[in-house]
T-cell receptor, first 111, second 114 residues
Framework: QKEVEQNSGPLSVPEGAIASLNCTYSDRGSQSFFWYRQYSGKSPELIMFIYSNGDKEDGRFTAQLNKASQYVSLLIRDSQPSDSATYLCAVLAGGSYIPTFGRGTSLIVHP | DAGVTQSPTHLIKTRGQQVTLRCSPKSGHDTVSWYQQALGQGPQFIFQYYEEEERQRGNFPDRFSGHQYPNYSSELNVNALLLGDSALYLC?????????????FGPGTRLTVL
């Protein structure tokens, strides 16, 4: 049973701070990791994905993988109120076609 | 270039009824997956269609069925609706079956079962 765990939050950070979101996964053979942002009442939107070979930075977003401890992080620098949303982590196990989603972490950025 | 589209946007049904949800994939995408997202939960995989066949299925009962047409559009059918079927139903498309291919979600259909 492949599991992806996220703290449901909410995680509350002040505007301009760094928001750190974490996701743990159970399948050690997992090879691809996705972060989606979901605004209330809307569908998930892909913001970052990384493979098992390294971290990735894209603008204010950085995704980091710790394979030994089996967790992946999403850092949001200079957080803005518009970043307030639920962040979903999805993990793709090796040989699988279907990613497994976590339940998401609610992020609140307050002015 | 239109993204993934879904219809209807909202739907209200009563227990025992049947419902059909529709999805048109993003241009150039031939693989469609359906997900159910209950309130406060992550998307749960229902099934995936590729080349008009169901290729993979999640842990959902046979009341959930689907279809893919030659133009890659897809339908999700749910029979004998239960209160617990109330959720946001998401369609996602990708340009191939490989899991590493980025999939894009449609806006979803909000189903309420009374």
């Amino acid at each position: 049973q492949k599991e992806v765990e996220q703290n449901s939050g909410p995680l509350s950070v002040p505007e301009g701070a760094i928001a750190s979101l974490n996701c743990t996964y159970s399948d050690r053979g997992s090879q691809s990791f996705f972060w989606y942002r979901q605004y209330s009442g809307k569908s998930p939107e892909l913001i970052m994905f990384i493979y098992s070979n390294g971290d990735k930075e894209d603008g204010r977003f950085t995704a980091q993988l710790n394979k030994a401890s089996q967790y992946v992080s999403l850092l949001i620098r200079d957080s803005q109120p518009s970043d307030s949303a639920t962040y979903l982590c999805a993990v793709l196990a090796g040989g699988s076609y279907i990613p497994t989603f976590g339940r998401g972490t609610s992020l609140i950025v307050h002015p | 270039d239109a993204g993934v589209t879904q219809s209807p946007t909202h739907l209200i049904k009563t227990r025992g009824q049947q419902v059909t949800l529709r999805c048109s994939p993003k241009s150039g995408h031939d693989t469609v997956s359906w997900y159910q997202q209950a309130l406060g939960q992550g998307p749960q995989f229902i099934f995936q269609y590729y080349e008009e066949e169901e290729r993979q299925r999640g842990n959902f009962p046979d009341r959930f069925s689907g279809h893919q047409y030659p133009n890659y559009s897809s339908e999700l059918n749910v029979n004998a609706l239960l209160l617990g079927d109330s959720a946001l139903y998401l369609c996602a498309s990708r340009p191939g079956r490989r899991g590493t291919d980025t999939q894009y979600f449609g806006p979803g259909t909000r189903l309420t079962v009374l």
